[in-house]
C-alpha cells in the first residue's frame, strides 16, 4: 500500500477554511480523472467525500478508500479495449467489493453529507454518476466549509432528495454563474440531468484551475485526456481590477450600446450625447469604398455603408443575421470576400469601438465621450477590454442564428460572450426603471420582485416575433414558456409595402425576390426595397405617405396609407393574436391573469396594432413600451448579476429553451421517427443523457439530430448529422451520449468513446461554413483591420 505524505481535504478545510476557487478546481479535476479511471475500470467508490481525497505535498490528489467500492459492467468499458461481458466479475451479491457483510446489513451506505439521492434508496443501484453527486457535494463543501445539506439525519435525507441546491453566488462573492451551475448540475436530483462522465465534469472545471495547485505532470495528463488548451481563467495571470459589462441590444438592422461598472454604475453607450444632441442607434452596415484615382479602398460602417445601397447594392453588407449560413451573400470587404458572419464580426467590433458613454448627469452640458472613458484608453490592445459583454437575442431564434452569432462574437474578439434572451432583458429594466410610464402618461405600477404574478413580454422586431411569459420570484426573473417566429419579424412588414409599391409601378421589376437579372434591375429593385424601408417608418408616424423610385431617368411616385398597409398585413396580425394565446397556454396562465405587458417595437405603438393584440390580449395588464436603449441596459445588468461580486443586487434570471431538440430513431419495423430530448420550455441550462442503439453500416452508426420549427414549431428541420465509427465485430452497437444546452441556448454533443476510456464533444451542429483554420484566420484579419 502507497504511503502518501499529505493531508485529507477536510483537514485541510478545517485548519485553513474554505479553499480558493482555483485551489478547489485543482482538487475537483484531479479527483474527477480518478474516479474516471475508476469508473472505465468499472469501479463504483460509493464513498466520496473530502476525507477520502488526500493532498500529497507536491499537490497530487489522492483517492482514498475503496472499502465500499463495487464493480460495476454497466458502465464504461475497460480503457484497454476489454469489453464488460469480458470481465471476470464476481456476482455483486457475493462480491466482498460490493460491500462486506457488515455494510450488507447497514441501512445506509456511503457518508450521509456526500450521499446521492438514488445510493440513499439501494446503494447496489448506484453507478458513477452517484459518485459525481458526491464529488459535487464535495466541492461545495471546499468552498463553503460545510457540506450543501447539513442538519440532523432527517433534515439531511430530505435535502439530498428533495432540498434545492444552495446558490453559490449568493453564498461567496467571487462565484460566477457558470461555477454555479457546475455545482447545480453535478448536485442534480435525477442522475440523466448530470455530467455524462468524469472528465466531463474535468472539462467543466478547467477554467477555474489556476494551475500552481496542480502538479505539471497531472496538467499534461489534462491536456492529452481531454484535448483542452492551456487557459489561464481564474488563475493569477488573469487580469485583476474592476469588472464591466458592455452589453449590446442587436437588432437586425441597428443597435445600442450600455455599460455596467462594477459598482453598479450603468452608463449609456450607443446612442449617447454629443454637443449636437443625441445620437441615433447605430445601424448595422459595412462597405467598401475605392477611390477611383489612387484605387485605395475604405472600409465604412452605419449609414456611410448604407447609403451605398442604392447605387452599389451588392457592395454592402446589411441585415447580415438574415444571410447566415449562405455562400452565396458574400461581400467584398478589404480587399476579401466575407461570408456574412465576417461582416457581423466587423460590425460588433466597430461598435464596442465606438461605444459612446454618457457620463454626465441629466440636465448638465453636453459632453463627448467613448468607452475609454469607463475601459481605459488601451481598450483596444486587449488592455482594458470589459470582462464580459451581453448580447440580446429573441427566443424564437433557432440553432443556426443563435450559434452564427455568438461566432461572430467570437471572431470579432468580445471576451467572455453570453446571449440574453431579450425579453428578459426587457425585463430587468422595467424591473429597475423608476419612470417608466404607460402610453396613456399615467406612471405604472412597478414589478414587485417578491410577487410570482405572470408577465407578457411581446416583442415585434427586424429579427423576429418574440412572445414570452415570465415571472419574478424572490427578485429573480424567471422565463416560463414562448412563441413566436423569426418569419412574422418587422420585415415581413416591410416586404408588404415592397409588394404594394412594385404593384402600382408602371414599370415594376420582374423579380423582387433572388437575384435581379442585371446590374440596373438590381439597383431598381434595391431603390424600391429602399423606398419601402422608408414608408414603414413614415407610416409610424402619419396615415399617409407618398415615396419616389429614380429609374431610368424620370421618377415614379406611388402612395401609400396606412389603412390599406394594415389590410395587407391582417395575417401577421393574426399570427400575434396567436402567438399569445399560444404562450398563455404554454405557461398556463389565463389571458386576465396578466398583471404587465412590456412591449418592444415601433409597430406595437401604433393605436390599431396595440389595442387589438395588446390591449385585448392581456385585458387586465398595464402596458408598457421599451426601446433598444432600454434592453442594452437589461442585458448588462443581467450579466453583472452573473459575474463574481454580484455587480447588481439581483439574482441571475432563468431562461427556457425556445424550441425543442430531438433525434432521429427508427423503431423495429424500420419506421424512422423523431424523438424529443429536450422540449420546449425547458429551463436552461438543459441536460440529459441517452442512449443510442442501432446496427452499424460498414462500421459506423448515424446520429441525426433535429429541432422543432414553423410558426407554431409543429414541424421538424434538421440539424446535421454526425457519423459515429464502430468496431468491425459490435453486432448492436451501443453508445451514450450526453446532450446539454447551456446557458446561451447552444447545443452541445458528448460522446461516449470506449475505444478511449473517455467521452469527447462531437462538432458544433449546424455545421459551420468555415473551418478552424479559416476562423483563425478571419479573426486575426478583423483584429488587423480594426
Not at 449609456?268 to 477611383?292: F, H, N, Y
Not at 455562400?327 to 478589404?334: A, E, H, L, P, S
Not at 419506421?671 to 425547458?682: A, D, F, H, V
Not at 453508445?735 to 441556448?745: A, P, Q, S, T
Request: glycine share 8%; hydrophobic share 35%; aromatic share 6%.
Amino acid at each position: 500500500m502507497e504511503y502518501v505524505d499529505g493531508r485529507t481535504l477536510s483537514q485541510w478545510v478545517n485548519d485553513q477554511g474554505p479553499m480558493a476557487i482555483g485551489d478547489a478546481a485543482s482538487a475537483i479535476r484531479q479527483a474527477a480523472f480518478a474516479l474516471h479511471h475508476a469508473h472505465a475500470a468499472g469501479i463504483v467508490h460509493r464513498d466520496v467525500k473530502p476525507g477520502n481525497l488526500m493532498r500529497a505535498h507536491d499537490g497530487t490528489i489522492k483517492l482514498l478508500d475503496l472499502g465500499l467500492a463495487r464493480f460495476s459492467a454497466e458502465w464504461y468499458p475497460s480503457p484497454r479495449g476489454v469489453k464488460p461481458r469480458e470481465l471476470d466479475l464476481p456476482d455483486d451479491d457475493n462480491s466482498h467489493n460490493s460491500a462486506s457483510t457488515e455494510a450488507k446489513n447497514r441501512p445506509l451506505l456511503g457518508t450521509l453529507s456526500f450521499i446521492s439521492p438514488e445510493q440513499l434508496e439501494d446503494a447496489n443501484s448506484a453507478d458513477s454518476r452517484s459518485d459525481q453527486y458526491s464529488l459535487g457535494a464535495t466541492l461545495f463543501y471546499l468552498l463553503m466549509g460545510h457540506p450543501p445539506f447539513t442538519g440532523d439525519l432527517v433534515e439531511q435525507v430530505y435535502g439530498h432528495r428533495h432540498g434545492e441546491v444552495p446558490d453559490l453566488m449568493t453564498l461567496r462573492n467571487d462565484v460566477d454563474l457558470k461555477l454555479a451551475d457546475i455545482v447545480r448540475r453535478m448536485l442534480a436530483k435525477d442522475p440523466a440531468e448530470r455530467y455524462g462522465s468524469m472528465d466531463e465534469v474535468a472539462r467543466a472545471m478547467a477554467p477555474y484551475d489556476n494551475d500552481r495547485s496542480t502538479p505539471a505532470w497531472v496538467l499534461d495528463f489534462a491536456r492529452r485526456e481531454t484535448g483542452e488548451d492551456h487557459t489561464t481563467v481564474g488563475g493569477e495571470s488573469t487580469r485583476r481590477g474592476l469588472l464591466s459589462v458592455i452589453g449590446i441590444e442587436l437588432g437586425m438592422t441597428h443597435a445600442a450600446t450600455a455599460i455596467t461598472q462594477s459598482d453598479g454604475t450603468m452608463l449609456a453607450g450607443w446612442p449617447g450625447m454629443s454637443t449636437q444632441g443625441p445620437r441615433p442607434l447605430c445601424r448595422i452596415a459595412v462597405a467598401e469604398k475605392t477611390d477611383r484615382d489612387t484605387g485605395q479602398s475604405t472600409i465604412l460602417f452605419g449609414d456611410s455603408a448604407y447609403e451605398r445601397r442604392e447605387r452599389h447594392p451588392q457592395r454592402v453588407a446589411h441585415c447580415q443575421m438574415m444571410y447566415f449560413g449562405r455562400d452565396d451573400m458574400m461581400r467584398r470587404i478589404g480587399g476579401r470576400m466575407c461570408p456574412p458572419e465576417v461582416t457581423m464580426g466587423l460590425c460588433m467590433r466597430h461598435l464596442l469601438g465606438n461605444t459612446l458613454t454618457q457620463v454626465t448627469a441629466p440636465g448638465s452640458p453636453d459632453g463627448d465621450s467613448s468607452s475609454t472613458t469607463a475601459l481605459g484608453t488601451s481598450w483596444k490592445r486587449h488592455e482594458r477590454w470589459p470582462d464580459a459583454v451581453a448580447i440580446t437575442v429573441p427566443s424564437s431564434y433557432d440553432q443556426l442564428h443563435r450559434r452564427a452569432i455568438y461566432q461572430s462574437a467570437q471572431l470579432a474578439g468580445l471576451p467572455a460572450v453570453r446571449l440574453i434572451e431579450r425579453s428578459i432583458a426587457v425585463t430587468r429594466f422595467a424591473m429597475t426603471s423608476p419612470h417608466c410610464s404607460s402610453f396613456e402618461g399615467s406612471p405604472l405600477p412597478p414589478i414587485d420582485s417578491q410577487s410570482s404574478a405572470p408577465i407578457l413580454y411581446v416583442g415585434l422586431t427586424g429579427q423576429s416575433l418574440d412572445i414570452s411569459i415570465l415571472q419574478v420570484y424572490g427578485g429573480q426573473i424567471r422565463q416560463i414558456a414562448t412563441a413566436g417566429h423569426w418569419g412574422h419579424s418587422t420585415m415581413a412588414w416591410s416586404r408588404r409595402l415592397v409588394e404594394m409599391i412594385s404593384s402600382r409601378l408602371p414599370c415594376a421589376p420582374k423579380r423582387i425576390q433572388g437575384l435581379p437579372a442585371n446590374r440596373q434591375e438590381l439597383i431598381h429593385v434595391t431603390r424600391i426595397q429602399m423606398a419601402g424601408e422608408r414608408a414603414m417608418n413614415q407610416l409610424l408616424l402619419m396615415p399617409e405617405t407618398r415615396v419616389e423610385i429614380a429609374h431610368q431617368g424620370h421618377i415614379d411616385s406611388v402612395e401609400l396609407t396606412r389603412d390599406e398597409w394594415l389590410t395587407e398585413c391582417e395575417d401577421l396580425l393574426l399570427s400575434i393574436e396567436e402567438s399569445i394565446r399560444l404562450v398563455c397556454q404554454r405557461a398556463g396562465v389565463l389571458p386576465s391573469d396578466l398583471k404587465h405587458c412590456l412591449a418592444m417595437g415601433p409597430l406595437l405603438r401604433l393605436p390599431a396594432i396595440r389595442d387589438r393584440v395588446l390591449t385585448k390580449g392581456a385585458p387586465n395588464a398595464a402596458i408598457a413600451f421599451y426601446d433598444q436603449v432600454d434592453a442594452a441596459h437589461g442585458a448588462a445588468a443581467c450579466v453583472a448579476s452573473e459575474l463574481p461580486g454580484q455587480l447588481c443586487s439581483e439574482p441571475p434570471a432563468k431562461g427556457v429553451a425556445g424550441h425543442s431538440i430531438g433525434f432521429v430513431v427508427a423503431d423495429r419495423d424500420g419506421k424512422r421517427r423523431i424523438l424529443p430530448i429536450i422540449p420546449r420550455g425547458t429551463p436552461t441550462p438543459a441536460r440529459t443523457n441517452r442512449q443510442l442503439n442501432g446496427t452499424a453500416r460498414d462500421n459506423r452508426m448515424t446520429l441525426s439530430l433535429v429541432e422543432s420549427s414553423g410558426k407554431n414549431g409543429e414541424n421538424w428541420q434538421t440539424l446535421g448529422r454526425h457519423t459515429i465509427e464502430v468496431a468491425p465485430d459490435e453486432v448492436n452497437p451501443m453508445r451514450r451520449l450526453g446532450f446539454e444546452l447551456d446557458i446561451n441556448g447552444l447545443l452541445s454533443v458528448h460522446l461516449e468513446r470506449p475505444d478511449l476510456g473517455r467521452t469527447v464533444m462531437l462538432p458544433s451542429l449546424p455545421t459551420s461554413s468555415m473551418d478552424e483554420m479559416q476562423w483563425q484566420d478571419w479573426r486575426e484579419w478583423i483584429e488587423a483591420t480594426l
